[in-house]
Antibody
Framework: EVQLVESGGDLVQPGRSLRLSCVAS????????MHWVRQVPGKGLEWLAG????????DYEDSVKGRFTIFRDNAKNSLYLQMNSLRAEDTALYYC????????????????WGQGTMVTVSS | DIHMTQSPSSLSASVEDRVTITCRAS??????LNWYQQKPGKAPKLLIY???SLQSGVPSRFSGSGSGTDFTLTISSLQPEDFATYYC?????????FGQGTKVEIK
């Protein structure tokens, strides 16, 4: 079965760090670009970051640039999001998503999504 | 950044109705436009990619059209399982922005 399973979400204080993980199964992980997308409960979807199959291309949404780092370990079929200097406005459900393409520049859609992991930033 | 605007933000419809949702981009995205369906408590599901290509396994009552800045998602005959929120997304450039969503509710 093709699936993505996120983990690592938690309640953290403002200014602290958190690392999210996403484990892929059922497809050849290193054949595809991957992304992180978040959603504040009851609100819309926000793309955060993407990484190409070989890590050669990485991009971020401006609000997380410099605070969040996306990386992947193809040997472990895993995608990660290191989140530093967390703010209350980072509170959201975080999804990892598989790209239909291998690079970020192909402009493809996201065909597989995980179930999400919840991050709450509060003192 | 490319801003995506969907209309309407919500609509009420009956089973077997024909439903149309529009998405407008703030600049041309060619055909790099995708549609997703999201049900409460679930992850988004890809319906349409490349403006008009139906994702594998998606019922043929869903269709997409458009290019440039104006796009449409059509459900030809609304079924009970189609009540959900629909999002468009441009994949023309980074950041991969989404529309604000259109909630399809039961009339």
């Amino acid at each position: 079965e093709v699936q993505l399973v996120e983990s690592g979400g938690d309640l953290v204080q403002p200014g602290r760090s958190l690392r999210l993980s996403c484990v892929a199964s059922g497809f050849t992980f290193d054949d595809y670009a991957m992304h992180w997308v978040r959603q504040v409960p009851g609100k819309g979807l926000e793309w955060l970051a993407g990484i190409s199959w070989n890590r050669a291309s990485i991009d971020y949404e401006d609000s997380v640039k410099g605070r969040f780092t996306i990386f992947r370990d193809n040997a472990k079929n895993s995608l990660y999001l290191q989140m530093n200097s967390l703010r209350a406005e980072d509170t959201a459900l975080y999804y990892c998503a598989k790209d239909l393409g291998i690079t970020l520049r192909e402009g493809r859609a996201f065909d597989i999504w995980g179930q999400g992991t919840m991050v709450t930033v509060s003192s | 950044d490319i801003h995506m605007t969907q209309s309407p933000s919500s609509l009420s419809a009956s089973v077997e109705d024909r439903v149309t949702i529009t998405c407008r981009a703030s600049q041309s995205v060619g055909i790099y436009l995708n549609w997703y369906q999201q049900k409460p408590g679930k992850a988004p599901k890809l319906l349409i990619y490349g403006a008009s290509s139906l994702q594998s396994g998606v019922p043929s009552r869903f269709s997409g059209s458009g290019s440039g800045t104006d796009f449409t998602l059509t459900i030809s005959s609304l079924q009970p399982e189609d009540f959900a929120t629909y999002y468009c997304q441009q994949s023309y450039n980074i950041p991969r922005t989404f529309g604000q969503g259109t909630k399809v509710e039961i009339k």
